[in-house]
């Protein structure tokens, strides 16, 4: 079954699946690291601060995505091999690459840890590496 997202939908199941797993220390698990250009993170987060927004971590790493920018997996452990960079275009077209049943989980919203790292996973490598 595949599922069909917009790009609202696809940008929202990624966040909460950044807040579910990357927050939690769940893809560190694997070896991996998420990085970003300082730069960006620093600009991100000024705009949403200037539209008035509360701001965690994951809002302003989805605002480096809209703003242009991109997010980088590293394999830390495994003897580096290609990192995984994603940009905001990613995110609307392989989300809904991820096996149904974890997608109708954020959508009901029973997703745990294990539904997000199945989605992060998908977007950054295009398939369940690890785990």
Known sequence: MKIV???QESEEIFHTALCNAEST???A????QLRWHEKSYKEARERLKERG???CQEDILLEILRGGGHLTYFDIEGGGGEPWPINLQDVHEK????????????IKQQ?????ADVILQTVFMG???FG
């Open 25 to 27: 220390g769940h893809m």
């Open 111 to 115: 997703d745990d840890a294990e539904d």
């Open 127 to 129: 398939e369940v590496v």
């Open 95 to 106: 989300v809904s690459n991820a096996p149904a049943r974890n997608i109708l989980n954020f």
């Open 53 to 55: 927004e509360d701001v």
């Open 5 to 7: 997202l917009t790009f």
């Open 29 to 32: 698990g694997y070896g991996l």
